[in-house]
């Protein structure tokens, strides 16, 4: 299988603020790479994911960048709000295919007002 | 996306018994996932509940603990067996869409079921 690792764990940051997560993979195979959001009492929702075919894909505050030949991949939040605080999840298909993934260890993002 | 419902939301139950959870899609999938979330940590799969055949259980997990159905392509349960402390956890159903590429299969998640085992 897949071995993700996520960075940091915990972080917070200022409402307006801009904030960073960090995935990293280890099988050059992968070519989808999915983050999820996941609330309070909620399930993971699938917020952005990134083909391999690009390096980089917004969508309004939200942005995702990958680096295939370093296997890492980031979340990016932009002009943060209290909204967006929760934990995020980066995943990696295993063995190059997408009908299982495996999950980062999770950040907990909390935007202080 | 696909709208995923899960029953119970949440339950305890005493050690020794066993607990069904029910996961319910309003459009027919292919892939029907279980995961487990133990308190504080990230996701582990379970196994893939095939429809019409025996679900395919990853390393750590069996039937016998966590029988596993898909009588179709909407719906599915799972059991967790023979209760003790340690089963505490969040259980999530998920499916699997075909993304816009049509190459990409993206999962969506159900609420969780958040069990504790007294």
């Known amino acids: 299988g897949e071995n993700v690792e996520q960075h940091p764990s915990t972080l917070s940051v200022q409402e307006g603020d801009s904030a960073v997560i960090k995935c990293t993979y280890s099988d050059s195979a992968s070519n989808y790479f999915p983050w999820y959001k996941q609330e309070l009492g909620k399930g993971p929702q699938l917020i952005i994911d990134?083909?391999?075919?690009?390096g980089e894909k917004k969508d309004q505050r939200i942005a995702v960048t990958l680096n295939k030949t370093a296997k890492h991949f980031s979340l990016h939040i932009t002009e943060t709000q209290p909204e967006d605080s929760a934990v995020y999840f980066c995943?990696?298909?295993?063995?190059?295919?997408?009908?299982?993934?495996?999950f980062g260890t999770g950040t907990k993002l909390q935007v202080i007002p | 996306s696909a709208v995923i419902s899960q029953k119970p939301s949440r339950d305890i139950c005493q050690r020794g018994t066993s607990l069904t959870i029910q996961c319910q899609v309003d459009?027919?999938?292919?892939?029907m996932f279980w995961y487990r979330q133990q308190p504080g940590q990230s996701l582990t799969l379970i196994a893939t509940a095939n429809q019409g055949s025996e679900a395919t259980y990853e390393s750590g997990f069996v039937i016998d603990k966590f029988p596993i159905s898909r009588p179709n392509l909407t719906f599915s349960t799972l059991t967790v067996s023979n209760m003790s402390p340690e089963d505490s956890s969040i259980y999530l159903c998920?499916?699997?869409?075909?993304?816009?590429?049509?190459?990409?299969?993206?999962?969506?998640f159900g609420p969780g079921t958040r069990l504790t085992v007294l």
């Open positions: 990134i083909r391999s075919n690009v």
């Open positions: 459009s027919q999938v292919t892939m």
């Open positions: 998920s499916v699997e869409l075909i993304g816009d590429s049509g190459a990409y299969n993206e999962q969506f």
């Open positions: 995943a990696a298909p295993w063995s190059g295919g997408y009908q299982k993934v495996t």
